[in-house]
Structure formats: C-alpha cells, structure tokens
C-alpha cells in the first residue's frame, strides 16, 4: 500500500498541475519511487518496502546479527516477533524454538532477559544461520522526513520525463551537456538517519 497519493504529490510538490489526468503515471512513479528508497535503506524482497509487512530471516544472511545477548533484526523497526528459532545443528524443528518469555523485543530486535532459560544465542557451526526469526517490521507510520524524500523523488522523476540526460537546454547551436541520472543528494540526506545498519547511502 502507497504511503503517498496523487493527491498529495501534485498539491506539494507539483503545484503547477491542474486536474487529474495524469493521476495514473504519478500513482506508477510513487510506486517506484517508494520501491527505490526502501532498496536505498536496506529494506529486503522483491518488493521492498518500509511499511509494515512480516520477515523471516537467519543469522549468517544479514538479516539477523548476534551481538552478546543481544539479537539484532533487520529490517527495523521491529513491531512483534512471531517466533524464533535457536539451532547450532540447523534442523529446524520445535524443539529449539525459543520461550517469548526468555527476550524482551525492542524497535532492533530481542534481548534475552536476565536468568533466562535460553541463556545465549548460537553462532552456528556449518553455514552460521543457527538463528531463525519471524517477526513484523516496518513503519505503522511513515516518518515525515520519508515522506518529503519520496515525494521529492517523485518530482525529480516526473522531470525528467522531458529532460532526461540533460544538465541544460540547447540553445541555438549551443551543445547540451549530459548528466548522470541519480537519486539528488538533497533525498539521500533527508534519508540517511534511517538507513539499516547494514548499508550504507
């Protein structure tokens, strides 16, 4: 589900269209544009996104990192766990699944509770995906700062449907000079605090 609308992207920033005839494309652009800056923070699938939506992910996958007690999500925030899995043989069966009550979940991941029964998480022996867990993550409600950065890349995109590849105009004989095509510096900042750990903008 789009966190933005036609409606908003052309009052905010495309104020010099009228109507709503050209609601069909900008609807395409948001979505790929909201796809575009959840692959930039490190948001996993196909169809990445940073609204709420359920992940099962393995440590040793860059999904889930050990730290001490600590056991790190991505990707985050990370609203429930569904369960979780420790296995050092990697079997996989109901055996190793974890008591809720032995971790305590943060906007990052779990922790396990002092004097818990399971008293620390496995690395893994063979390919290091020792831990399994199914959890939900992402924005119930999407940061502002998000939404400014999407919006303004839906409005860079919708430029450079006239002009892309060009940094400027010809003008008589006068030769345009070509650009590069990348996400504006202006969105990356704007989108830098709530990069995932695991990559970098």
Known sequence: MAYLTAAVVRATWLQGLVGTSEDTLIGTIIGRAEAAVAR??????????????????????????????????????????????????ENWTSLYLVDPADYAVQSWGVMLKPGSAHGAWSEGAMSGQAVKATFTAGFATVPADIITATGMLVKH???????????????????????????????????????????LL
């Not at 889930?64 to 569904?82: D, I, M, S, Y």
């Not at 449907?161 to 969105?187: D, K």
């Open 40 to 89: 930039l923070l490190g948001y996993p699938g196909a169809a990445p996104t940073i609204e709420s939506a359920s992940y099962t992910r393995y440590s040793g996958d860059s999904g889930v990192f050990v730290v001490g007690r600590k056991l790190r999500l991505e990707p985050w925030p990370v609203t429930a766990v569904t369960s979780i899995y420790d296995d050092p043989d």
């Open 157 to 199: 995109w919708w430029h450079l449907r006239t002009n892309q590849g060009f940094s400027s105009v010809p003008a008589g004989e006068a030769s345009a000079s070509l650009r590069e095509e990348t996400i504006p510096a202006a969105v990356r900042q704007l989108l830098a605090p709530y990069r995932l750990p695991s990559v």
